[in-house]
């Protein structure tokens, strides 16, 4: 008998809780255009440091895999010459 009534106040109590919840939260003030150019300069800046810094963690883990499987060093950044002589347009 005590459990039952237990369980039912610990329902009780979560279900009081959840509905309390569903509290909305004010919508936030709308920002300036000048507040929104800065935003965005922000986040390109970002995003390009960013991305270089990703280059190099990635060219750091080529270079270390290369080293511990016993591999030559990344060839040079030229690219060679394509061959494709099987997409040749035949006449």
Same mark, same amino acid.
């Given at each position: 008998m005590n459990k039952t009534r237990i369980t039912a106040a610990l329902a009780a109590a979560l279900l009081l809780g959840a509905l309390s919840v569903e509290a909305k939260l004010p919508p936030a003030p !709308? *920002?300036? !255009?000048? %507040? @929104? #150019?800065? #935003? #965005?300069?922000k986040a390109k800046v970002t995003g390009a440091k960013d991305a270089a810094e990703l280059t190099a963690a990635m060219d750091r883990a080529v270079a &270390?895999?290369?080293? &511990?499987?016993g591999? +030559? !060093? %990344? +060839?040079?950044? @030229? +690219? #060679? *010459? !394509? @061959? &494709?002589?099987?997409? *040749?347009?035949?006449?």
């Open positions: !709308p *920002k300036s !255009p000048a %507040e @929104v #150019a800065a #935003a #965005a300069e &270390n895999y290369r080293k &511990n499987k591999l +030559p !060093p %990344e +060839p040079s950044a @030229v +690219p #060679a *010459k !394509p @061959v &494709n002589t099987h997409m *040749k347009k035949r006449r």
